[in-house]
Structure formats: structure tokens, C-alpha cells
T-cell receptor, first 116, second 110 residues
Framework: DVKVTQSSRYLVKRTGEKVFLECVQDMDHENMFWYRQDPGLGLRLIYFSYDVKMKEKGDIPEGYSVSREKKERFSLILESASTNQTSMYLC???????????????FGPGTRLTVL | GEDVEQSLFLSVREGDSSVINCTYTDSSSTYLYWYKQEPGAGLQLLTYIFSNMDMKQDQRLTVLLNKKDKHLSLRIADTQTGDSAIYFCAEMDSSYKLIFGSGTRLLVRP
């Protein structure tokens, strides 16, 4: 019954490494999102995508990039990981056609990234 | 810009009611949401309310919306230890982006 999956639950990387976080959804949703979650700050939007090969910056895009080559997959890339990117990363997808109604907001389980 | 605010922590006894409050700023939001995050898990959509409603009840959950004051609340009746989690209030903007509050950590004491 899993609808949004993320490639890793836990990840440990070193400063300067290139990091790929993968998200896959099986609901044919148009919109996909990457958030990071930090204590006391809630969820902050990094990037989102309306469709294949389309991307938009969210509130905190610095230090990140994304790739959407296929509709079901949305990748978050840290070109050169830094310690301040240690966080929980959550992917989500929704269906544009549903207009944001209930049961269309699906989140993955999250990837806890630690950058040493 | 849009902003959603919540208190950070709430502690209640098992069997009591819990009320989690949220204020938002974007009056054009069509839907407002409550998400639950259990330890080590992603976010689960708990319930939602359409902006033209004042109240929505769903089993033990009651959502109240005061559009004039831009205030949203989630009441959990007969709170159980399994309700211990972080609860996020969220509004959706016109680009289908969710704007989240910082989350309220609910602790249910036996």
C-alpha cells in the first residue's frame, strides 16, 4: 500500500560529497515536492515540480538542485554537502487534477541525512 | 508572505481532550490541513477542512475554523497514548504548495 517511497531512510555523508536523494510515487501525480524538516522550524519547501523536466524553487533552494526526468521520480541533489544540510528530507506528491482535495497529499517516510 | 504558526508543545493525560491551535495568514487558502507525524515516520494526512466550513467532525477528531480570526484548531477527544506525535497545521497556496506550521508535539501521559 506504499505510495511514495524514498531511496534511503538514513544516510551519512561527508562534507563536500555529492548526494542524491530519490523519491518515487506510483500514483501518476503531476506535482512533487521536496521539503526539509528541522526541529522548531516545521517543513520548509526546497524545490517542487509541476511536470516532467519542470522545476520551481521553493523557499530554501540554495545548495540544492533537482531533477525530474520521469513523472514518477523526483530527485534532490546536494552538489557539495555541508554540515548545515544535516536534516530530515521529506518528499511529497499531489495530483493537480484533484485540486488539492483530501487524500491527494502523500508523503514519503523521509530520509534522515547526516553530513559529517 | 504566508505564515502558519503553532505552539510547540502540548501535554495531556490519557482520556482527556487535546486541543491544538494554529493561526494562518493567507485568507485565500481553499483547504486547511492537519497532518500527523509519528516518531521516525513521514507525514500522514489526518484531516482537512474546506474554507467555507466552520467545523468538521471525523470520529474523535473535530476541526474548527474561524475565518475571521484565521484560526484553526484540532480537538482530539479521549486522547490515547497512540496519539502522541507531532501535529502539523498546513494551508495550501494557489500554486498547490503546502505552507506548514512548525508542528506541535503532543505528549499523552498515562
Amino acid at each position: 500500500d506504499v505510495k511514495v517511497t524514498q531511496s534511503s531512510r538514513y544516510l551519512v555523508k561527508r562534507t563536500g560529497e555529492k548526494v542524491f536523494l530519490e523519491c518515487v510515487q506510483d500514483m501518476d501525480h503531476e506535482n512533487m515536492f521536496w521539503y526539509r524538516q528541522d526541529p522548531g522550524l516545521g517543513l520548509r519547501l526546497i524545490y517542487f515540480s509541476y511536470d516532467v523536466k519542470m522545476k520551481e524553487k521553493g523557499d530554501i533552494p540554495e545548495g540544492y538542485s533537482v531533477s525530474r526526468e520521469k513523472k514518477e521520480r523526483f530527485s534532490l541533489i546536494l552538489e557539495s554537502a555541508s554540515t548545515n544540510q544535516t536534516s530530515m528530507y521529506l518528499c511529497a506528491s499531489i495530483s493537480l487534477l484533484a485540486g488539492g482535495v483530501r487524500d491527494t497529499q502523500y508523503f514519503g517516510p523521509g530520509t534522515r541525512l547526516t553530513v559529517l | 508572505g504566508e505564515d502558519v504558526e503553532q505552539s510547540l508543545f502540548l501535554s495531556v493525560r490519557e482520556g482527556d481532550s487535546s486541543v491544538i491551535n494554529c493561526t494562518y495568514t493567507d485568507s485565500s487558502s481553499t483547504y486547511l490541513y492537519w497532518y500527523k507525524q509519528e516518531p521516525g515516520a513521514g507525514l500522514q494526512l489526518l484531516t482537512y477542512i474546506f474554507s467555507n466550513m466552520d467545523m468538521k467532525q471525523d470520529q474523535r477528531l473535530t476541526v474548527l475554523l474561524n475565518k475571521k480570526d484565521k484560526h484553526l484548531s484540532l480537538r482530539i477527544a479521549d486522547t490515547q497514548t497512540g496519539d502522541s506525535a507531532i501535529y502539523f497545521c498546513a494551508e495550501m497556496d494557489s500554486s498547490y504548495k503546502l505552507i506548514f506550521g512548525s508542528g506541535t508535539r503532543l505528549l499523552v501521559r498515562p
